[in-house]
């Protein structure tokens, strides 16, 4: 196949991307399409249409309906070309439904795992796998099915970890199909199919490129991620082909990295494994001061240099592959050192040791936040609401927090010894469900002292510790107790739109107080004729 047939998918990818976003970015604006404000820990601004996986998903098409038609009586092109148009479209429904409303962790991973399965049930799969540097093949067996599944559902969360910025996932998978157009063109498989993704991933750069017009969402990203899994499997004769299945891998190293770090992270502090968070590679480089623009670009090229590699690990049918591991290895250090992860490596027990004794105190928090979640479906007023979240701060160690409404602002402030104090605001869902500020004493103890916790409680005169003096530690817990505030706000706003105010109360049915509560007392009444659902804490200012 020449060069010139397969640049035709590329342009006809580009073509339908440049005609589809400007069509979905107004009819987002005249008729309100989805665009869900974004999660705690992401920061982008204003609200931006979640919707690239659709353009995306209908160059896809165009682009299928031209391969087909050019592979027209050859079944051995066609093969498995049904399986990834059903499985690819299942995991971009799957992401899809995401943006329109949230799914849950748990239940995302689920379908991933099912449409990976299904595509081992219907003959797409890993098989057999030669041994690198010999002629050895041996098969796999049972456990093909579940490489194949890790190897899919990886790659399709790998993906959609990289879309934390404008532009990065967008970018890097271009680098990618750019890569399995190669690949494709050399084993005879699915080439023009990865060349024409790859121009639609060009054009969407466009209108994707810091500042961003329209985002990837949960649904381009899973169809990305999940497609170019399938893709390298498709080009790897069910894997017999080594170096078909580690030349993407090395484009994605920084990703792999970045995942393997926050999974490391958050299990030796408690946190759940799949929340996210601001410590991903991306966020150290914006907290080094770089613009979005600099930081995508400065991924951009260290990529580029693992593309190269990937490109050298095929052409040499994977001979130069320890080679290409050491020279990996180096670049990660030396990016390493850049972005100061280095000095951490090399203070593991430090880290290990203060991130253990961190995670009683982060469970103890996932257990009041979530509480505090609850409460958002049970809570009568905002005002009720508000009391639960100074309860729950008091008991997490913050000495102040300050919440500010649509309609006002409620401060809670208790009185202590230290004069410094850690300090965070939060403006959260863009001020929707308030803005809020909290402060922590920071508090030190003697390093010689056996009871670190002893004398830092009496120095202090807190009966709870360690508590949040520590500022990882303040970082942290600050961040899961503002975030369980934005679920109860979302649980108790019950999906409406308008900003969060204290005046407001709502009527609940609660089964169990109907003997002893008259029914009028949960009807919705003025707040300036309502008693105070809970009596005011010690040290409350209003």
């Given at each position: 196949?020449?060069c010139?047939?397969?640049?035709?998918?590329a342009?006809?990818?580009i073509?339908?991307?440049?005609?589809?976003?400007?069509?979905?970015?107004?009819?987002?604006?005249?008729?309100?399409l989805?665009?869900r404000?974004?999660?705690f820990?992401?920061g982008?601004?204003?609200?931006?249409?979640r919707?690239g996986?659709?353009?995306?998903?209908?160059?896809y098409?165009?682009i299928?309906l031209f391969?087909?038609?050019?592979?027209?009586?050859d079944?051995?092109?066609?093969?498995?070309?049904w399986?990834?148009?059903?499985?690819?479209?299942?995991?971009?429904?799957?992401?899809?439904?995401d943006?329109l409303?949230?799914?849950?962790a748990?239940?995302?991973?689920?379908?991933?795992?099912v449409?990976?399965?299904?595509?081992?049930?219907?003959?797409?799969g890993?098989?057999?796998?030669?041994?690198?540097?010999?002629?050895?093949i041996?098969?796999?067996?049972?456990?093909g099915?579940?490489?194949?599944?890790?190897?899919?559902?990886?790659?399709?969360?790998?993906?959609n970890?990289?879309?934390g910025v404008d532009g990065?996932?967008?970018?890097?998978c271009?680098?990618?199909?750019?890569l399995?157009?190669y690949?494709?063109h050399?084993?005879?498989?699915f080439?023009l199919?990865?060349?024409?993704m790859a121009?639609?991933?060009?054009a969407?750069?466009?209108?994707?490129?810091?500042?961003?017009?329209?985002?990837?969402g949960?649904?381009?990203?899973y169809?990305l991620?999940?497609?170019i899994?399938?893709?390298a499997?498709?080009?790897?004769?069910?894997?017999?082909?080594?170096?078909?299945?580690?030349?993407?891998l090395?484009?994605?190293?920084l990703?792999?990295l970045?995942?393997t770090?926050?999974?490391?992270?958050?299990?030796?502090?408690?946190?759940p494994?799949?929340?996210?968070d601001?410590k991903?590679i991306?966020h150290?480089?914006?907290?080094m001061?770089?613009s979005?623009?600099?930081?995508v670009?400065?991924?951009?090229?260290v990529?580029?240099?693992?593309?190269?590699?990937g490109?050298?690990?095929?052409a040499s049918?994977g001979?130069?592959v320890?080679?290409?591991?050491?020279?990996?290895?180096?670049v990660v250090?030396?990016?390493a050192?850049?972005?100061?992860?280095?000095?951490?490596?090399?203070a593991?027990?430090?880290?290990?040791?203060?991130?253990l004794?961190m995670?009683?105190?982060?469970?103890?928090?996932?257990?009041?936040t979530?509480?505090?979640v609850?409460?958002?479906?049970?809570?009568?007023?905002v005002?009720?609401l508000?009391?639960?979240?100074?309860?729950?701060?008091?008991?997490?160690?913050?000495?102040y927090?300050s919440?500010?409404?649509?309609?006002?602002?409620?401060?809670w402030?208790?009185?202590?010894?230290?004069?410094?104090c850690h300090?965070?605001?939060?403006?959260l869902?863009g001020?929707?469900f308030?803005i809020?500020?909290l402060?922590?004493?920071?508090?030190?103890?003697?390093?010689?002292?056996?009871?670190?916790?002893?004398?830092?409680?009496?120095?202090?005169?807190r009966?709870?510790?360690?508590?949040?003096?520590e500022?990882?530690?303040?970082?942290?817990?600050?961040?899961?107790?503002?975030?369980g505030?934005?679920?109860?706000?979302?649980?108790?706003?019950?999906?409406?739109q308008?900003p969060?105010?204290f005046?407001?109360t709502?009527?609940?049915q609660?089964?169990?107080?109907?003997?002893?509560?008259?029914?009028?007392s949960?009807?919705?009444?003025?707040s300036?004729?309502?008693?105070?659902a809970?009596?005011p804490?010690?040290?409350a200012?209003?």
């Amino acid at each position: 196949m020449s060069c010139w047939t397969m640049l035709f998918p590329a342009l006809l990818g580009i073509g339908i991307v440049f005609l589809g976003v400007p069509l979905i970015l107004k009819a987002a604006r005249v008729v309100n399409l989805p665009s869900r404000v974004r999660d705690f820990h992401h920061g982008h601004g204003p609200p931006v249409p979640r919707l690239g996986g659709l353009v995306l998903m209908a160059a896809y098409l165009g682009i299928e309906l031209f391969r087909v038609i050019y592979h027209r009586g050859d079944g051995a092109a066609t093969t498995g070309s049904w399986v990834v148009a059903a499985s690819s479209s299942a995991m971009f429904g799957l992401g899809f439904w995401d943006d329109l409303k949230p799914l849950g962790a748990k239940r995302k991973l689920a379908g991933q795992v099912v449409i990976a399965a299904a595509v081992c049930l219907l003959g797409i799969g890993i098989e057999r796998f030669r041994i690198p540097f010999t002629d050895t093949i041996i098969g796999l067996g049972g456990w093909g099915i579940v490489i194949t599944v890790s190897w899919l559902v990886g790659m399709t969360n790998l993906i959609n970890l990289m879309d934390g910025v404008d532009g990065l996932a967008g970018g890097i998978c271009l680098m990618l199909m750019a890569l399995l157009a190669y690949v494709g063109h050399q084993s005879g498989s699915f080439e023009l199919l990865a060349s024409g993704m790859a121009g639609a991933l060009l054009a969407f750069l466009w209108f994707n490129f810091p500042p961003a017009r329209i985002y990837l969402g949960d649904g381009g990203a899973y169809f990305l991620g999940f497609q170019i899994g399938l893709l390298a499997i498709l080009s790897s004769h069910k894997g017999t082909v080594f170096a078909a299945l580690v030349a993407p891998l090395f484009v994605l190293a920084l990703p792999i990295l970045d995942m393997t770090l926050a999974i490391i992270r958050r299990g030796l502090r408690g946190l759940p494994i799949f929340r996210p968070d601001r410590k991903h590679i991306h966020h150290r480089l914006l907290a080094m001061g770089l613009s979005r623009r600099r930081a995508v670009l400065s991924l951009y090229a260290v990529t580029l240099i693992f593309l190269a590699m990937g490109f050298a690990a095929f052409a040499s049918r994977g001979q130069l592959v320890p080679l290409l591991l050491g020279l990996a290895i180096l670049v990660v250090l030396i990016c390493a050192g850049k972005l100061r992860f280095s000095r951490e490596w090399f203070a593991v027990g430090r880290i290990v040791g203060n991130s253990l004794g961190m995670r009683r105190e982060v469970h103890y928090t996932l257990a009041l936040t979530r509480w505090l979640v609850l409460e958002g479906n049970r809570c009568v007023s905002v005002q009720e609401l508000w009391s639960n979240l100074v309860f729950a701060a008091q008991r997490l160690g913050f000495n102040y927090i300050s919440l500010t409404l649509a309609d006002g602002q409620r401060v809670w402030e208790q009185t202590n010894k230290c004069e410094l104090c850690h300090s965070v605001r939060h403006e959260l869902q863009g001020g929707r469900f308030g803005i809020l500020e909290l402060k922590a004493p920071v508090c030190t103890s003697d390093d010689t002292d056996p009871a670190p916790e002893r004398s830092w409680s009496s120095a202090c005169e807190r009966p709870l510790c360690p508590c949040v003096s520590e500022e990882k530690a303040f970082g942290i817990i600050s961040d899961l107790l503002a975030e369980g505030w934005a679920k109860a706000a979302m649980k108790w706003n019950a999906g409406e739109q308008t900003p969060l105010r204290f005046d407001r109360t709502v009527t609940r049915q609660r089964d169990h107080l109907q003997d002893c509560v008259p029914p009028d007392s949960l009807t919705r009444v003025p707040s300036a004729e309502r008693k105070p659902a809970n009596p005011p804490l010690e040290g409350a200012a209003q």
